[in-house]
Structures are given as structure tokens and as C-alpha cells.
């Protein structure tokens, strides 16, 4: 175990997120980078916003909550990407993702080389390749981050934004593959691939595509980590659910952080859970701690 300060990069889509409480910062890769800056690591936000007022609010807001925006790009010909959401009587959000937007616009850079050069860890999605020129970008990041930085892929199925061709390709390139219950057996149906329960659909991935490990949310119900061909069960945490945006994102900042720190896998998956839950019981994705601190406020989830 470690208490090194690691670099972690948020990799992909930036927006926000047009709740029927007001808008909130987000997208998967920037929620990710600004929990694992809450957990101590250094959390940097590798995307694209539009060179207009919600482009500006936005790379105000990461900065106020101390996430690295140094490697947000700008966009004078496309906009800041929003997403509406509905929230139902469950807490569940439902997205209509905004097309033609500066984060589907992501440039290779020298900047962004150096970053990859030097990141710990990077996470991507399957949203932000939903568009050529940033799947290339994000291929290239991907394939040149440095031979040992964690590479994470986190599936987001959304809408029609995603193929099997992107699937493969993504899991291909990673080491560790992050999917809920719903996803698994969509995938394993686009691979033409049996699926007859968790277990053996995650382990079928592990083995298929060589993975470190895999990790399998169930919402409410916890998740389940599969590495080195041992199986880590979690039954989660029970709260009173504000709203779901950005827990699944928030879990995998957990995640990364306690594999990179070397921990054992029930203590992975613990970890994960809980601030999984933290976000959950609070509104938005990017929920502030209170005075008692996030460690306080993390103890007390049972």
C-alpha cells in the first residue's frame, strides 16, 4: 500500500447536464477526475468545450473544485455539449445527449501526448467515441500512455452510440473493463456470445481479451470484481437515493484508486461501493463534502 499522489486522467466527453433541478457539470470522464481528486489523487479532465458562456462556466467550475482543467481544450467552431435529464420516481436518470459538440472534436495534441506520457491511470468511454475524429484521439491517447499507467475502460451505452467494432476494439487496449448488470448481457448478445449469468459472462471476458480484472455494478445491489481468477462479491450500500448521475463514474474513481494503491480485491470493491453510495445520496455528480470532510462522511455509510 501507498499514499503516492497519483495522475489520473479523465478521458473523454464534458458537458452539462440539464437536470430538472438546474444544470449540473458532467460527463463520465469529468466526474471520474473530480472524485478521484476528492480521494487524494490528482484528477485531470482531458476533453473539449465550446469557446462560449457555458464553455467558460465549465472550466470555471473544475477549477473552483480544484480538478486540473490545464488539459481542456476549446472549441471555436462547435458547442459546450449538453444532456438532458429526466430523473424518475427511483432516483434512475434517463440522457438525450446533445450531437455535433466540441467534445466529439478531440485533437491530438502535444500537450495531450506529454499527458499520456506521464498519466498513472486513464479512463475512457464508449460515448466519446461515438464520433470518428474523437474515437482516433482517444485511440491514440490510449495506445501511447505509458507502459505502466492503468488503462480503464468504462462502457456507456447510450442511446445508438456505440457499435461492436468500438466495444472490441476498447477492451482490447485495456486492463481493466467497468459495466453494469444492464450492459454485460448486451454485450455478450453483440459478441454472439452466450450469456447465462454474471459470473460467467465476466469471466468469459477476462479470459477472452486478457484482462487484469473486470468489474460488474448492480446498482443497488453492490457489484462484482473477477482478477486473477478470484470472484469478489459486494452487496452494496444502502442509502437514501438522491439521484444515480455520476455514482457508477464515482465507483470507479474508487476503484482506480484503491487498484493502483495495491489493494487486496474485497477491499477494491468495498472502497468502490462506498463512494458509489456517498454520490448517490447526494444531488448531481459532483456533490461537495460538508464540514466533516469526505473521509467523515464516507465512515458513516453502512
Not at 444492464?182 to 477476462?206: K, N, T
Amino acid at each position: 500500500m501507498t499514499s503516492r499522489r497519483y495522475k489520473i486522467v479523465g478521458l473523454g466527453e464534458l458537458l452539462w447536464d440539464l437536470l430538472p433541478a438546474g444544470k449540473q457539470l458532467g460527463g463520465a470522464p469529468a466526474n471520474f477526475a473530480y472524485i478521484s481528486t476528492l480521494l487524494g489523487n490528482e484528477g485531470i479532465v482531458a476533453s473539449r468545450l465550446g469557446c462560449d458562456p457555458l464553455g467558460d462556466e465549465a472550466a470555471r467550475q473544475l477549477s473552483a473544485v480544484g480538478v486540473n482543467a490545464d488539459s481542456i481544450q476549446r472549441d471555436t467552431s462547435h458547442p459546450t455539449g449538453t444532456v438532458r435529464v429526466e430523473v424518475d420516481a427511483a432516483g434512475q436518470p434517463k440522457f438525450e445527449i446533445g450531437e455535433g459538440v466540441a467534445w466529439d472534436y478531440l485533437e491530438w495534441t502535444s500537450a495531450w501526448e506529454k499527458l499520456a506520457a506521464e498519466a498513472d491511470a486513464v479512463c475512457f468511454g464508449s460515448l466519446a467515441q461515438r464520433a470518428d475524429v474523437s474515437r482516433a484521439t482517444i485511440r491514440k491517447f490510449v495506445s501511447i500512455a505509458r507502459k505502466g499507467a492503468v488503462r480503464v475502460f468504462d462502457v456507456n451505452l447510450r442511446q445508438s452510440f456505440y457499435s461492436k467494432e468500438v466495444l472490441t476494439e476498447s477492451i482490447q487496449v485495456s486492463d481493466i473493463v467497468k459495466l453494469n448488470h444492464e450492459e454485460l448481457p448486451r454485450i455478450m448478445e453483440l459478441f454472439g456470445v452466450p450469456h447465462r449469468d454474471e459470473i460467467a459472462s465476466a469471466e468469459s471476458l477476462v479470459e477472452r481479451y486478457q484482462l487484469k480484472m473486470i468489474c460488474v455494478t448492480r446498482g443497488c445491489r453492490g457489484s462484482l470484481l473477477i482478477r486473477d481468477r478470484t470472484v469478489n462479491e459486494h452487496p452494496g450500500y444502502r442509502v437514501r437515493v438522491a439521484d444515480t448521475v455520476g455514482a457508477g463514474d464515482a465507483f470507479t474513481a474508487g476503484l482506480v484508486r484503491e487498484y493502483l494503491r495495491r489493494a487486496p480485491l474485497a477491499a477494491i470493491n468495498e472502497s468502490a461501493n462506498r463512494v458509489g453510495a456517498w454520490v448517490a445520496s447526494n444531488a448531481g455528480a459532483m456533490p461537495v463534502p460538508g464540514s466533516a470532510g469526505l473521509e467523515r462522511e464516507l465512515a458513516v455509510i453502512e
